[in-house]
């Protein structure tokens, strides 16, 4: 019952800045963990934000520290991932992930039951 549906990837040259949207139905993500994770082709899925549920802890890849950040709003049931200096490494399919509540740490994976489609990250240089 729980969706979460990715927006805003697209196509930016090295330098620039995108956000993503993550919109969820069926649960608030004041209600449970919300992350991003990106896949790159041969590499395993990587780590790149989350916050937890209560908003008070927020956690960064070391990857994307001082260039991503994370955010969400209550009201609109949207979780952002606002992307600044972007490099070509971030290339990627960036999924968004909803944890309602799992005893695993926020950045890894086997917590989160919920995930979007994922939207695709290209960073030209």
């Known amino acids: 019952q729980v969706q979460l549906v990715e927006s805003g990837g697209g196509k930016v040259q090295a330098g620039g800045s995108l956000r993503l949207s993550c919109a969820a139905s069926?649960?608030?993500?004041?209600?449970?963990?919300m992350a991003w994770f990106r896949q790159i082709p041969g590499r395993e899925r990587e780590f790149v934000a989350a916050?937890?549920?209560?908003?008070?802890?927020?956690y960064y890849g070391d990857s994307v520290k001082g260039r991503f950040t994370i955010s969400r709003d209550g009201g609109k049931n949207i979780v952002y991932l606002q992307m600044v200096d972007l490099k070509p490494e971030d290339t990627a399919v960036y999924y968004c992930?909803?944890?309602?509540?799992?005893?695993?740490?926020?950045?890894?994976?086997?917590?989160?039951?919920?995930w979007g489609q994922g939207t695709q990250v290209t960073v030209s240089s």
């Open positions: 992930a909803g944890d309602p509540g799992s005893a695993y740490r926020v950045e890894v994976q086997e917590g989160y039951i919920y």
């Open positions: 069926g649960r608030s993500v004041n209600n449970m963990h």
């Open positions: 916050v937890h549920w209560n908003g008070h802890n927020i």
